[in-house]
Nanobody
């Protein structure tokens, strides 16, 4: 099993930046594909970004391309989400997710594709 703890959320003005971190426990973090999702009040959880276990392949939701960057540091058991040019519509609780895999190139972009979730961190973007 793996436990995930997100951090780095907060209040930022539109156009600003935040970097979210997700620290994972577990001995084989390198064998996990990871993802970030978000959920705004009254809305379904939606895909933000994903990365394969080695960190060499990534995928982004269309509205995040060019603004968000996901990265993975296996030595620190941590995955990051750098968010730039933030907009008020980015306001949501952001969740980190993980799934164990033997497929080195696998990138998972669906909620149901993940087995483990963090508790979430709030991101609020003011206009």
């Amino acid at each position: 099993q793996v436990q995930l703890v997100e951090s780095g959320g907060g209040l930022v003005q539109a156009g600003g930046s935040l970097r979210l971190s997700c620290a994972a426990s577990g001995r084989t973090f390198s064998m996990y594909a990871m993802g970030w999702f978000r959920q705004a009040p009254g809305k379904e959880r939606e895909f933000v970004a994903a990365i394969n276990w080695s960190g060499g392949r990534t995928s982004y939701a269309d509205s995040m391309k060019g603004r968000f960057t996901i990265s993975k540091m296996n030595a620190k058991n941590t995955v990051y989400l750098q968010m730039n040019s933030l907009k008020p519509e980015d306001t949501a609780v952001y969740y980190c997710a993980a799934v164990s895999t033997i497929h080195t190139t696998m990138v998972v972009t669906t909620v149901n594709g993940y087995d483990y979730w963090g508790q979430g961190t709030q991101v609020t973007v003011s206009s």
